[in-house]
């Protein structure tokens, strides 16, 4: 590698050290959306002093006015600096459309749940290196032999993971459900669809077809009380597909489902699919794909570690899911890389 490299770059790391310093920037922004920062800023229409921040968000003026500069020197706010006048901070685009709580496109939800769970649960990520497990029980006590109830522990938690799930098909839910033309499955089931998110983006571009999510009770109660599903095409139904009867339909849509699970767990969970599954119907996965390789892309490989401290499964290449698909019974294997951090793979029954 080092034969790669500049004189200067050998002299002075500066990747490595924008690396390092990596987790910091990542907290500038959670911290700011937990304390609110850019719904203030959207809602008051009009640049403001950081003192006035501080008093309407009730934090020290020194600490916001380092924060917010923090934040303007990555391009996610503007200021605007007259001589002789406090400094004034607005929203740029980017920050109004995906970092403030009421915009259509927000991302809010997925940054608290990347703050207050993941973020802690990355702090052993040695440990989940060393153990080759999960570390549920030393970051939060939860005891983490069901992945599930520790993600569920409480009413809170999983407000907060449906919060993530619903904000990841913000960017990727049109681009996945229409990697292939699906218009020619009747009946679609979106097995652990969540809020409903994905199943609503796939009545979108097919409203022809009915389009049920099938979810634990607990999930389908909680996504029907604080999701608004009203005129969308979606029905939900409860269960659980790994230990109780799945319904038939012709279609399964299983969206960053498999990656959980051990291949054991997956196969199972596959095979019981392909028998439930009407003859001519299939499966479709919706995963981030490894290249062939394992040599990235980046981001993949980074969630495959996140499978290690937060789960039970991992991030797997194209060949990997066919081979499962291939050994559950189902052929005809298609793939879709679509450019977004989710690709799509077809198969049939």
């Known amino acids: 590698m080092a034969e790669h490299l500049s004189q200067s770059e050998l ?14 920037v990542s907290k500038v922004i ?5 304390l609110g920062v850019f719904d203030l800023l959207l809602k008051s229409q009009e640049a403001m002093s950081a003192q006035h921040v501080a008093q309407e968000l009730g934090t020290s003026v020194d600490g916001m006015e380092r924060l917010l500069d923090a934040l303007v020197g990555i391009e996610i706010l503007e200021v605007e600096r007259a001589e002789g006048t406090a400094a004034l ?13 009421g915009s259509a496109k927000s991302l809010h939800d997925m940054i608290i749940y990347q703050s207050q769970t993941i973020y802690p649960l990355w702090n052993n990520m040695v440990d989940a290196i ?3 497990r999960n570390q549920y029980e030393k970051t939060f006590g939860l005891p983490s032999d069901d992945v599930f109830q520790a993600i569920y522990s409480s009413e809170e938690e999983m ?12 960017l990727d839910g049109h681009d996945v459900v229409t990697a292939f033309d699906l ?4 009946k679609i089931i979106d097995l652990g669809g969540c809020t409903g998110a994905l199943a609503t983006e796939m009545a979108r571009a ?3 077809s009915s389009i049920t999510v099938f979810d634990l009770p607990e999930v389908v109660e909680a996504a029907q009380k604080h999701y608004s599903q009203e005129g969308n095409g979606v029905a939900f139904q409860s269960g659980d597909f790994f230990r109780g009867d799945i319904p038939s339909a012709d279609l399964y849509v299983l969206a960053r489902i498999v990656h959980d699970w051990t291949e054991e ?9 392909y028998e439930a599954c009407k003859p001519g119907g299939g499966v479709l996965l919706i995963e981030a794909l490894l290249f062939e390789n394992r040599r990235g892309p980046l981001m993949v490989q980074i969630f495959s570690l996140n499978m290690l401290v937060q789960a039970e499964g991992r991030e797997r290449s194209p060949s990997e899911y066919t081979n499962m698909l291939n050994k559950s019974g189902f052929h005809n294997v298609q793939v879709c890389r679509t450019g977004k951090s989710y690709d799509a793979i077809l198969a049939i029954r």
């Open 265 to 273: 767990k997956c196969l199972a969970l596959l095979k019981k699919i």
């Open 159 to 170: 407000l907060k993971f449906m919060g993530l799930m619903n904000s990841s098909w913000v």
């Open 30 to 34: 959670f911290s700011a959306c937990e």
């Open 183 to 186: 218009s020619c499955f009747q």
């Open 130 to 132: 060393r153990e080759g």
């Open 11 to 24: 002299d002075y790391p500066f990747k490595l050290l924008e690396y390092f310093n990596g987790f910091r």
């Open 89 to 101: 901070y607005s929203s740029s685009d980017v920050a109004n459309l995906y970092l403030a709580k």
């Open 206 to 208: 097919y409203p022809a």
